[in-house]
């Protein structure tokens, strides 16, 4: 299934580490077990505030 939001590339482009984005999608998995599409744009929404947060 090809992803709506691609969190991955934005990871590597914000230069969020591996270990981050795990947690995110492990908490993202929790919240929306049923739905990919939520899932990807929490992770994505999250990882931009992590990068503004974390200049």
């Known amino acids: 299934m090809t992803p709506m939001f691609d969190y991955k590339v ?5 230069r ?4 981050i ?3 995110l999608e492990k908490e ?3 919240e929306f077990p ?3 599409m939520l ?3 929490h ?4 990882l931009k505030a992590y ?3 974390n200049k």
């Open 21 to 23: 984005v795990g947690k």
């Open 10 to 14: 934005a990871s590597k482009n914000l």
């Open 28 to 30: 993202a998995k929790s």
């Open 43 to 46: 992770i994505l929404r999250a």
């Open 51 to 53: 990068a503004r947060l």
């Open 16 to 19: 969020i580490s591996e270990s």
């Open 39 to 41: 899932k990807e744009l």
């Open 34 to 36: 049923n739905d990919a």
